[in-house]
């Protein structure tokens, strides 16, 4: 078994594919329409998906904003230096929420940025 994808319902497609392609470094692997149910899915990641996970990105038509609930965490990436990371994200137009630093009792140096839908994503330092 493998972890095919995760799916987040976003209100503003072509910001979460700028975002998590142009500010993330993610390529958009696969789009399709439903026309007949009207939502569209993209999917986004770092590699193809036969090899690597992926975001699937849902866009319901009719829906233009959803309330995260409190149920939601975050998705995490491992980055091999988060500084550099969080100040290209940054220039990029990216909204770092939490500077890098070591997470609450612990070590293990962590940041965050929210994706234009609201999602938190963290960012973890796995690199020297």
């Keep these: 078994m493998r972890l095919l994808h995760a799916m987040l319902r976003v209100g503003d497609l072509e910001a979460s594919i700028r975002f998590y392609c142009e500010v993330l470094g993610m390529k958009l692997l696969r789009r399709e329409d439903f026309p007949e149910g009207r939502f569209t899915l993209a999917f986004v990641g ?18 233009s904003a959803y309330t995260i609930g409190d149920a939601y965490g975050h998705i ?12 290209a994200i940054s220039t990029k137009g990216g909204k770092v929420i939490r500077a890098p630093g070591a997470m609450k009792h612990g070590t293990t140096v962590i940041a965050f940025v929210e994706d234009p839908t609201g999602y938190k994503v963290e960012l973890i330092q796995v690199g020297k």
């Design 46 to 63: 770092y590699g193809a998906e036969s090899e690597q996970t992926a975001i699937e990105l849902t866009h319901n038509w009719d829906t």
């Design 76 to 87: 995490a990436i491992g980055v091999d230096d988060i500084y550099a990371t969080c100040e």
